[in-house]
């Protein structure tokens, strides 16, 4: 049971356009949720994060939205540079709970084409 | 770089063989947990320790085990191998187990069972 979702596989935009990722989750339990890059032969790279209790959280190009009320968020990356290529993975986790684990989705390939 | 330490980088084995792969958190954090990427699933949680401590369990096989030493440092101990335990294996590491703070993760163990 997959409770963390990112439906796209793949993605790939011109550089200077916008990227959106996107991820579901389906565990209503979910308050904290992350966003991770990861590059080929190294580990995943934390990038932004949001709590349940905002709706928008932004770090320079970087944007996280989140729409409870549809278990849904997602990353804005404007502009998209070439250096942004990588797997993003969307991570939740309950801060209420016993335990902090992160899940993670299965991760999205951004390719930022020049 | 993160400040998280894994070793070894890559891992070649037989089925039916064991393995211990050794994890150093960054300077200061208490918190290890290990993931385990397969080709065809995202991250998935395996264990977390906090000061020695088991904290939290995931989706670890009886076969899988770990520790955290004094020192901090972790391994995770995978035995009686199948093929289908060939995975990337991630550690990371946070400063304590508040659910907001950051995990840092290490480049991975690449596993491959034969």
């Known amino acids: 049971d997959q409770q963390v979702k990112q439906n796209s596989p793949s993605l790939s935009v011109q550089e200077g356009r916008i990227s959106i990722l996107n991820c579901d989750y389906t565990?209503?339990?979910?308050?904290?949720f992350l966003w991770y890059k990861k590059y080929p032969a190294e580990g995943p790279t934390f990038l932004i994060s949001?709590?349940?209790?905002?709706d928008k959280n932004e770090d320079g190009r970087f944007t996280v939205f989140l729409n409870k009320s549809a278990k849904h968020l997602s990353l804005h990356i404007v502009p998209s540079q070439p250096g942004d290529s990588a797997v993003y993975f969307c991570?939740?986790?309950?801060?209420?709970?016993?335990?902090?684990?992160?899940?993670f989705g299965k991760g999205t390939l951004l390719t930022v084409n020049p | 770089d993160s400040g998280v330490t894994q070793t070894p980088k890559h891992l070649i084995t037989a089925t039916g063989q064991r393995v211990t792969l050794r994890c150093s958190p960054r300077?200061?954090?208490?918190?290890v947990y290990w993931y385990q990427q397969s080709l065809d699933q995202g991250l998935q949680f395996l264990i977390q320790?906090?000061?020695?401590?088991?904290?939290a369990k995931g989706n670890i096989l009886e076969r899988f085990s770990a520790q955290q030493f004094p020192d901090l440092h972790s391994e995770l101990n995978l035995s009686s191998l199948e093929l289908g335990d060939s995975a990337l294996y991630f550690c990371?590491?946070?400063?304590?187990?508040?659910?907001?703070?950051?995990?840092?993760f290490g480049p991975g163990t690449r596993l491959l069972v034969l």
């Open positions: 990371a590491s946070s400063v304590g187990i508040s659910g907001v703070e950051t995990q840092y």
């Open positions: 949001i709590s349940s209790i905002k």
């Open positions: 320790y906090y000061n020695g401590e088991e904290r």
């Open positions: 300077s200061g954090d208490l918190s």
């Open positions: 565990n209503s339990m979910f308050d904290y």
């Open positions: 991570a939740a986790s309950a801060l209420g709970g016993s335990n902090y684990k992160l899940t």
